[in-house]
């Protein structure tokens, strides 16, 4: 239970770090006023874009783990499995 306490304070610190570092580019774009308007938009864009990537590397990394946890659960009750019936 302590591990998933920390855990959230951990995401939670990293949630605010994005939020801060997204409003700080924000206000830096907005204040900028050598950039032209499709310019802004383009980086925009690009951030956005990076940021759904980003979120798909972790999902897909977390699912690899997960699957690979699974696998050895099932490989792990099958071996208890076939030393307990060995055993009788």
């Known amino acids: 239970m302590h591990h ?3 855990n959230a304070l951990i995401i939670m610190i990293n949630m605010a770090g994005v ?3 997204y409003a700080l580019l924000a206000v830096s774009l907005w204040l900028s006023t050598d950039v032209p ?3 802004k938009g383009y980086w925009a864009m690009g951030i956005i874009l990076l940021t759904i990537s980003l ?3 972790v999902k897909y ?3 690899f783990k997960s699957r690979e ?3 050895r659960k099932i490989e792990d009750a099958s071996n208890e499995k076939m030393l307990e019936e060995a055993l009788k």
Do not use: P, S
């Open 4 to 6: 998933d306490n920390e």
């Open 19 to 21: 939020f801060l570092a």
């Open 37 to 39: 308007l499709a310019t």
């Open 55 to 57: 979120i798909n590397v």
């Open 61 to 63: 990394r977390f699912d």
């Open 69 to 71: 946890d699974r696998l």
